[in-house]
Each structure stands twice: as structure tokens, then as C-alpha cells.
Nanobody, 116 residues
Framework: QVQLVESGGGLVQPGGSLRLSCAAS????????MGWYRQAPGQQLEWVAG???????HYANSVKGRFTVSDANFSKTMYLQMNNLKPEDTAVYYC??????????WGQGSQVTVSS
């Protein structure tokens, strides 16, 4: 199995920055893709950013140019650097990992609140 543990998040003012971390353990050698999702109150789960073997990181249009996902060496921690945060970025953020051996793994979620 693959296990994911998130850290980071919190409260930040508009225009501020935060960094989320996602540490993978277990069968990390079986991971071929990882990504970040978010869910705002009353909204559906939304894909934010992703990395995969041999593929450059890619982003949702809503965060492109503001968020950066680290190169996913899948044996280490993946980061999501979030700059110029906006109130509409407020959500619970989840990391996910796809493995060629096990079902998709999810982190526990990190609350990000952007408010003045």
C-alpha cells in the first residue's frame, strides 16, 4: 500500500503564500503519478496540479502561474507552493498518488483559508 501524510496549510491573507507538503511511504516505488486536489465548502472535488513520470508538472487554469508543484521524485516529499493566494483558493487540499499496484491513495487533507 501507499500512505500519504500532509502538512502545512493554515490561514493567510489575500496575496500571501503557503506551502503544503505530502510525504509518501509504503510502496513508493510503485507510484507513477501524484497530484493535488481541493474541495471548497459546498463544492465538488477539483483537480489542482499533477506530476507524472516523464511529464512536466501541469496545472489547472485557475492556479497556473501562482502555484508550483515540486518535481515528484516519488521517494521523497511532494510540495505545493501557493503564491498570490486569493479568497477563492480557500478549500481543503488533498494530495493523491497513483500506483501500478494499489488503488489511489489520498492524504488526510489540509485546510487552507485565505481571508483578511
Amino acid at each position: 500500500q501507499v500512505q500519504l501524510v500532509e502538512s502545512g496549510g493554515g490561514l493567510v491573507q489575500p496575496g500571501g503564500s503557503l506551502r503544503l507538503s505530502c510525504a509518501a511511504s509504503g510502496s513508493v516505488s510503485s507510484i507513477y503519478a501524484m497530484g493535488w486536489y481541493r474541495q471548497a465548502p459546498g463544492q465538488q472535488l477539483e483537480w489542482v496540479a499533477g506530476v507524472a513520470n516523464g511529464v512536466s508538472p501541469h496545472y489547472a487554469n485557475s492556479v497556473k502561474g501562482r502555484f508550483t508543484v515540486s518535481d515528484a521524485n516519488f521517494s521523497k516529499t511532494m510540495y505545493l507552493q501557493m503564491n498570490n493566494l486569493k479568497p477563492e483558493d480557500t478549500a481543503v487540499y488533498y494530495c493523491a498518488a497513483d500506483s501500478n499496484l494499489y488503488p489511489r491513495a489520498w492524504g488526510q487533507g489540509s485546510q487552507v483559508t485565505v481571508s483578511s
